[in-house]
């Protein structure tokens, strides 16, 4: 920090979307201003070269430096709130220039919009604390009164756990696949969660008691319902903070700034939580972390995955990778030794009886798609509680066809597919959601439909005439329900929609297991492998699990319990074909020009090579770039000064104008995890 009587300069990361603003700009910070002016804290700077005022945070505050001109200087300091924390900002800057991206683009992911009422409230809490604490010579900021107390993590080796959090260790935890209750909070009823819940509830407790805060990150909402049960069970409400990206504007800033003092807290949410402020880091953990929820749609399109890797590389925290059945990804890590396994010290395998061939002899349970032995199994659970049953789609019919000739029926605005959501519902489309009300079919002028295939609806009428009596519970996207009671009940629910069942389920059906293997994806296999392990684990102890329609690699990986047997054949398949994760990749696109210029500018690399590029839909083109590990570095380098260079080029137009500087004509992404996938 420089002397109080040398002129200071700050150095301020502009929140611009522009790739050739991504860097730091100084700023001359006048006298008036100096005691405000610290890192972290948001301001206002002139653009000169485009005669306006921007937004910005300080980074660094620095000496006038050998700089012989004169700078400007700051507009106004916005807030002394400090919000940009230093171990943020250093992660956005390693993460963008990874992925060939801006690091205002991460910030902006990062630092919640500023909410007035909600941060001067807290400067106010802030301002008294510290007054009270120099009264008392204590903390200058209030500090939550909760005591934590480090409990053990059930099933696993705590030493082994208290190993990695003391050092920094990386591990790929196989979490134990049943439902377990605890307590609620406050004396309530209790409830019950996912095993891994309690696995990484527990694993916080021990790094906060050591010092260190735990960010904790779960695809979705159901999650977060169930980890935030488990953590209410074994720590102080004042320890456990909510950061989402789904939460109100108030409250998520609100959270941002709770995690900006020095007291270790358990820090909850989805993707976006892993760029919570925390100095302190102790561990960071990530439940099913090959959810595709896990993966950001906001450039630079940063994975969770990533970012937790890069965060423990400058941190030395250490990071957990949870889940029932592991990502290729992290299954590359384990096979480098970049990660150590850890199993449960009594695994007890659930019980998964696959049928491929099967067919049912009962003409209603063949009409609701489940043959004999699922039939007989479910109907016997039936009478001790509810059965689980898994299915492909939502909706009532999630295609729809043209009945004289057989064409897909779609959308005549937009060219989705037709969709029945209800037995009774008008048509509509699955892209645009536009009602088919004057349909007919654009090859034969038919405009008649009949149904492809069953969704949860229709499941659910064919399943309730093959068990006449039984009460029937829908879960998906339109209806969520986040938990069912012990009561027998036939619960049909979509992939990742599943409630958990008090005690678990009795039984488990997993349907239309062949049309979901049969989805044209790169990623197939282990999606399926996923989806069907996390419900396998919501039954209960001894429950036998249904596997319908399935058979081959991925039905014995299930019924073994095996599932990294089948995610090591498929990373060495992917080895000799150069699939991801194997390599990484980076799609490309742009008009042909920028794009052949990009592809030019990494060819002399080592080990790349390049696939296409293709037409796109929008009239551009797409190549896909494939390259070692090692050479990443190099390849985002040079794919960035592309990204820059057409950013920048001004286009004449007739007459001799010039064209204004606008947003990049060509856009990059890097590990692309829908790169090779003809559907999504």
């Known amino acids: 920090m420089p002397g109080r009587d040398t002129p200071r300069v700050a150095r301020v990361l502009i929140d611009s979307p522009l790739p050739q603003l991504d860097r730091l700009f100084d700023y001359s910070i006048p006298s008036a201003m100096v005691a405000d002016a610290q890192p972290g804290v948001r301001v206002r700077v ?48 390693r993460l963008a220039d ?29 301002s008294a604390s510290a007054s009270a604490g120099a009264s008392a010579n204590t903390s200058a900021r209030a500090e939550p009164s909760g005591v934590v107390v480090a409990r053990p993590v059930p099933g696993f080796d705590t030493d082994r756990i208290d190993l990695a959090l003391a050092t920094g260790g990386r591990l790929a935890v196989d979490a134990v696949p049943r439902v377990v209750e605890v307590p609620a909070a406050g004396g309530g009823a209790p409830r019950w969660v996912g095993h891994w819940a309690t696995t990484m509830a527990a694993s ?52 941002l700034l709770s995690c900006l003092g020095d007291t270790p807290l358990a820090i909850v949410g989805n993707r976006s939580v892993l760029y919570a402020p925390a100095a302190r880091l102790g561990l960071m953990a990530i ?23 890069v965060r423990q590389e400058l941190q030395g925290s250490a990071l957990f990778f949870l889940s029932h059945a592991r990502s290729t990804e992290v299954e590359r890590l384990v096979e480098v030794g970049w990660l150590d396994e850890l199993t449960a010290v009594r695994a007890v395998p659930p019980k998964v009886l696959p049928t ?49 000739c057989g064409t897909t029926a779609r959308c005549q605005r937009c060219e989705g597919p037709l969709r029945l959501k209800t037995a009774r519902s008008t048509p509509s489309c699955s892209w645009c959601g536009k009602l088919a009300t004057d349909w007919s079919c654009a090859n034969c002028a038919g405009t008649a439909f009949r149904m492809i295939g069953q969704g949860t609806g229709r499941t659910a009428e064919d399943l309730g005439r093959a068990f006449p009596g039984v009460r029937i519970i829908i879960a998906d996207g339109d209806r969520p329900i986040l938990s069912v009671d012990a009561e027998p009940a036939l619960v049909i629910a979509t992939r990742g929609a599943e409630p958990i069942a008090a005690g678990g389920y009795r ?39 249904v596997l319908v329609g399935v058979g081959g690699a991925l039905a014995s990986a299930l019924a073994t319990w095996r599932r990294a047997d089948y995610l090591r054949s498929e990373l060495a398949d992917r080895r000799t074909l150069r699939f991801p994760p194997a390599v990484r990749v980076a799609t490309v696109t742009g008009t ?37 590990y090692g050479e990443g570095a190099a390849v985002a380098s040079g794919l960035r000064a592309e990204v820059i260079r057409a950013a920048t080029s001004r286009r004449k137009r007739p007459g001799g104008a010039t064209g204004r500087v606008g947003l990049p004509t060509l856009r990059v992404r890097f590990d692309d995890a829908l790169s090779f996938d003809s559907s999504e």
Request: hydrophobic letters at 45%; a negative charge; aromatic letters at 4%.
């Open 46 to 93: 002139p653009l000169r070269s485009m005669g306006r005022i921007a937004d910005g945070f300080i980074v660094e505050v620095t000496g006038a430096g050998e700089f012989a001109g004169t700078l400007s200087e700051l507009e106004t300091v916005v807030s002394t709130a400090r919000v940009l924390s230093p171990e943020v900002w250093m992660l956005a800057r």
């Open 98 to 126: 990874r992925a060939a991206g801006s690091a205002s683009d991460i910030v902006r992911l990062a630092v919640p919009k500023r909410q007035v009422r909600v941060e001067k409230a807290w400067l106010l809490d802030a």
């Open 204 to 255: 916080a407790t021990r790094a906060l008691a050591a010092g260190g805060s735990a960010i904790l990150a779960v695809p979705d909402y159901r999650d977060q319902e169930q980890l935030v049960t488990a953590l209410r069970a074994v720590l102080p409400a004042d320890r456990i903070v909510h950061l989402d990206a789904r939460q109100s504007n108030p409250d998520r800033y609100r959270a």
């Open 287 to 309: 439940w099913d972390e090959g959810d595709p929820l896990h993966t950001e749609p906001l450039s630079p399109y940063v994975h969770a995955r990533d970012i937790a890797l």
């Open 356 to 404: 491929a061939q099967q067919q049912s002899q009962d003409r209603l349970a063949a009409q609701a798609r489940i043959p004999s032995s699922a039939w007989r199994e479910a109907r016997a659970a039936l009478e001790h509680g509810p059965v689980l049953v898994q299915v492909a789609r939502p909706g009532y019919a999630p295609r729809l066809a043209c009945a004289s």
């Open 507 to 545: 039984a488990v059906l997993l349907l239309d297991g062949e049309r979901m293997v049969a989805r044209e994806s790169l990623r197939v296999g282990e999606d399926c492998l996923r989806w069907w392990a996390n419900a396998i684990a919501l039954a209960a102890p001894g429950a036998t699990t």
């Open 592 to 628: 042909s020009e920028t794009v052949q210029a990009a592809v030019d500018a990494i060819h002399t690399i080592d080990r790349v090579d390049v696939l296409g590029p293709v037409e796109t839909p929008d009239g551009g083109v797409r190549a896909i770039v494939r390259f070692d």
